[in-house]
T-cell receptor, first 114, second 113 residues
Framework: GAVVSQHPSWVICKSGTSVKIECRSL??????MFWYRQFPKQSLMLMAT?????????EQGVEKDKFLINHASLTLSTLTVTSAHPEDSSFYIC??????????FGEGSWLTVV | GQQLNQSPQSMFIQEGEDVSMNCTSS?????WLWYKQDPGEGPVLLIA?????ELTSNGRLTAQFGITRKDSFLNISASIPSDVGIYFC?????????????FGTGTRLKVLA
């Protein structure tokens, strides 16, 4: 069964609005989660590392005020895309750091900004 | 962002053939992971490697952690149509006490029946 659940699977929003994507660890407590962005036919690009109870660590070039990450519990991290624009349209995927240095991915969330 | 060099970028093979793909980097990794991603879905873990030289199998899949810790390969034997998808390698390193995973550029596999 799924180890990581991501919601929603897809969302369409109007330009200028904010969208929240949830990532839940189902089988274990996760102190570290990762958020990725993937463009069509491209690899996964790490956006930020989400640490439970502390501020997320953002990769260079990722606007922390635009992509708000909250990891308030050991099973839930959220990514909020604020003031979304069409160029933010993408496939967003979260992953959870598990034992043995392995990471398990959620199903991904398609965001379309119109 | 950082990425690993993964090759080949794409492959068209006949059903039953063996497949080989690899990842190389200038960085030393502590762990290598191999994933398969189907269209519109999140990647699924295939094999995890933890030690230089380690050779691990998962059914028809075999992967090895390079001796230099800068490379890894994945082999698929006797391919079948459901092997179609995108395969990604990922290297794990620790920087400033935090875990970081860098992904390869992906290998797109198509299997012709």
């Amino acid at each position: 069964g799924a180890v990581v659940s991501q919601h929603p699977s897809w969302v369409i929003c109007k330009s200028g609005t904010s969208v929240k994507i949830e990532c839940r660890s189902l089988d274990f407590q996760a102190t570290t989660m990762f958020w990725y962005r993937q463009f069509p036919k491209q690899s996964l690009m790490l956006m930020a590392t989400s640490n439970e109870g502390s501020k997320a660590t953002y990769e260079q070039g990722v606007e922390k005020d635009k992509f708000l990450i909250n990891h308030a519990s050991l099973t839930l991290s959220t990514l909020t895309v604020t003031s979304a624009h069409p160029e933010d349209s993408s496939f967003y995927i979260c992953s959870v750091l598990a034992v043995g240095n392995t990471i398990y991915f959620g199903e991904g969330s398609w965001l379309t900004v119109v | 962002g950082q990425q690993l060099n993964q090759s080949p970028q794409s492959m068209f093979i006949q059903e039953g053939e063996d497949v080989s793909m690899n990842c190389t980097s200038s960085s030393i990794f502590n762990t290598w992971l191999w994933y398969k991603q189907d269209p519109g879905e999140g990647p699924v873990l295939l094999i995890a490697l933890y030690k230089a030289g380690e050779l691990t199998s998962n059914g028809r899949l075999t992967a090895q952690f390079g001796i230099t810790r800068k490379d890894s390969f994945l082999n698929i034997s006797a391919s079948i149509p459901s092997d179609v998808g995108i395969y990604f390698c990922a290297g794990q390193l620790t920087t400033s006490g935090t875990y970081k995973y860098i992904f390869g550029t992906g290998t797109r596999l198509k299997v012709l029946a």
